[in-house]
Structure formats: C-alpha cells, structure tokens
C-alpha cells in the first residue's frame, strides 16, 4: 500500500491517491476528519489552523463505507485558496510584488530554487510546506483502517517541546491515549503540557519557533513483519526513512537506541520467555519491537526529533537572491510550534510503514484472505 500527494499549501486543495489497497477496508470517514482535526490541533499553530476546517472528500475507491480494490483517492480543500487565487493563479503573469526573494535558513527555499533554476522561493514553499501533511494524513485513515482489520493500532503522543520534557514513561506504547487527547500539547503529562505551554507563549513573544520530540507506537503486531533478508525491505530502516519524511523531522530513535548505545548487552537485549496465548515474548522492549528488521511481536515505539520552525518573525540573516545583498529571511504567518501535529503525521507514516509489511507478507487483495492468513500463521508460530 502506497501513497502519493499533490497540493500546493495556497492551492486549490490537496489531493492523495492510495494505491495497493485491499478490498474490503471498513472505512469511517468521520474517523479520518477526526484525525485530520487532530492534526489542526496543538498549542502553538498559526492564523492559518483558524481558517481551515480539514476535511477528506473521497473520490474513488470506496462504495458503502468498504474499499473495493481499486485506488482511494481524496482531497483536503484550502480554504485560504480564496484569499491566494491572485498569487497562486494557475494562468496569468505575477505581479512584480508576489515574488519571495529572500530564502529562509532551514527551510526549503534555497537550494529549491537552485534546483529548480526559479526565481520565485514561492515556487518552493508553496509545496515543501507543512500543510501538504493534511494529505498524509488523510491517506493514512486508509492504513489505519487496514490495520484495524488485522488488529493493529497506533498513537502518538508530544513528550518534549524546546528544553521542557516529560518524564519518559517506562511504556510509551501504554500511554493513555485519552490523556493524549486531552492535552493542547498532546502530552499526557498535565503539568508538562504548561510548561510546553508556557514556553511556547515565550518563543512567540520573542518571534522565536520551539521544536520538540514525540513517540509513536504500535500495539497488535505479529512478529517477522519486514525482513533481515534484504536491505531494502527491513521494516526499521522503512520506518526511519518514513519518519525522515516528515518536514522537519531531523531524528529517529527505535527503542531506547541511544541509552542503549552506553549500555553493555546484557542491559540491553531483552531476553525470550514463553507462555499464554502469545508463545514467544519478550519480558522488556528496549528493542522497541524489532530486532533484525522485522518486528519483534512487542509494541514498536519510535522517537522522532522534529527541528524548530524555520519561518522566524525576528528572522535570521539571507541574501536576496536578486541583489546578493544580506537582508532578512523573508517572514510570513506560520507556527510557533507544530510538534502535536507532527506527531498525528508520524501515525499516518508508521500505519503505511506497517501496513505495507503485512501485505507483503499475507497478500494483497482483499481483508478476508488476509485476515485467515494472519491467522493461520499466529496459529502456527504459537501452537
Ligand atoms: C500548515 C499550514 C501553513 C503553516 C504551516 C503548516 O499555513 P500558512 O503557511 O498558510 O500559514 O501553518 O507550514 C509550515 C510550518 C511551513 O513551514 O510551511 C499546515 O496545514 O500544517
């Protein structure tokens, strides 16, 4: 199962086609807009979250609340299109003034139009933007739903924002996604959620942005998802890339990698049991669930580490791409910080990260055959 987006952050709308979806999802659609309004969500956006209302809109793929098999397309409409129909016009000439001619640091902007032989850092931020992850996310609802049918679940929640951190919890993948959802932060810790608060009011204050860290996890999964076989097809390495894939996301962590980097092995590696209705487990998960690329059976908990917002409204110093001459990065509404919605984005990535290993290893045509193989195979790995 794969997706594709297109949409510029002013355009018209946004748009994804999943392609390799098997027959007979049961697709909600009031759960894709929830997820899609979880993502407008979060202490610390911008204007622009005011304007939007997210919505999907499908258009292909789906009849009576089921995939058929064939590719689920949908769109995000921009609602601020309306206020861009001159900038963003699809025929025409641009006016002299709708030129961005002084690239951000840490943005895009730069090296796309050195790419791109552009005049124009509008060319660029119009679709590096962070809005096209509205798509991401709508499509996501499609890889979800999937592993819903084969019992699969994933959550996220914000654990860090600037210098202000949560306690790690012992089990990122237990947390409460209730808590979660309760917070402006998407932090179950209440009083961490102020203190991201708090400072967030302060970056603003001093027309400054705030990154931050989130986890993202997985419940339900049967092992020797992914494979050690192949390079390409190893699920970590799926996931890490999946994860880079997010705008601004810098790092990746799978289980407790970077303490486990100081650790001796034997403080490290969790060690195999067997019992219940489970077979093989594993009495600790400092693995975050895979071992040699596959999946381990335990949760999967991933740490992603997402760069503070490179639009600064007390900018950084540039040079304008006419002159050559220093001047400020050019500054435009944006977000102080986005790290909750980063985080829902990073579902939507690790649903069709994990998605995908099941259908390459249970097939790909319709939820019924998967789902008797996934048994099959449960049945056969713990007798
Ligand atoms: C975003 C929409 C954008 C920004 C943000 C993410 O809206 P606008 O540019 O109209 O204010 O809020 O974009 C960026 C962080 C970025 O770097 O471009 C969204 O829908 O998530």
Request: net charge negative.
């Amino acid at each position: 199962m794969r997706y594709t987006t297109s949409g510029e952050s002013h355009g018209r709308a946004l748009t994804a086609i999943v392609t390799g979806v098997p027959a007979g999802i049961a697709l909600d659609q009031a759960r894709i807009d929830a997820d899609l309004a979880r993502r407008q969500s979060g202490y610390g956006r911008g204007g622009r979250m005011a304007i939007e209302t997210d919505r999907a809109l499908i258009l292909s793929g789906v009849r009576f609340g089921s995939t058929i098999g064939s590719p689920v397309t949908l769109t995000v409409a921009n609602r601020d299109w309306d206020n861009w129909t001159d900038v963003m016009a699809v025929s025409g000439e641009p006016t002299a003034t709708a030129r961005v001619t002084a690239p951000r640091p840490g943005h895009a902007d730069l090296a796309g139009i050195q790419k791109t032989d552009s005049a124009d850092c509008r060319d660029i931020l119009e679709r590096a933007s962070a809005r096209e992850t509205a798509a991401r996310v709508a499509a996501g609802g499609v890889a979800r739903a999937f592993l819903a049918e084969v019992g699969v679940t994933v959550a996220s929640f914000v654990a860090s924002v600037g210098d202000v951190a949560m306690e790690a919890p012992a089990d990122p993948s237990a947390v409460d996604p209730e808590l979660v959802e309760a917070s402006e932060m998407r932090c179950p810790d209440a009083v961490a959620t102020e203190r991201m608060k708090r400072a967030i009011d302060a970056a603003r204050a001093d027309g400054e942005s705030l990154g931050g860290t989130f986890y993202v996890t997985a419940r339900g999964l049967v092992p020797g998802l992914g494979t050690y076989a192949e390079a390409s097809r190893r699920l970590d390495a799926r996931i890490a890339a999946a994860m880079l894939s997010i705008p601004a996301i810098k790092g990746v962590e799978i289980g407790s990698a970077f303490e486990s980097a100081t650790l001796p092995g034997s403080r490290v590696h969790d060690e195999i049991a067997w019992g219940g209705p489970r077979g093989y487990y594993r009495t600790t998960n400092r693995a975050g669930g895979l071992e040699g690329g596959m999946t381990t059976g335990e949760p999967v908990v991933v740490r992603a580490a997402m760069k503070p917002i490179p639009t600064l409204m007390r900018p950084l110093a540039s040079v304008d791409i006419d002159s050559h001459e220093t001047i400020d990065a050019s500054k435009e509404r944006s977000d102080v910080c986005a790290v909750p919605a980063a985080a829902v984005v990073a579902e939507a990535e690790l649903a069709f990260a994990l998605a995908g290993a099941y259908l390459e290893k249970f097939g790909g045509d319709c939820v019924s055959d998967i789902v008797a193989a996934v048994a099959a195979y449960e049945a056969r790995i713990a007798p």
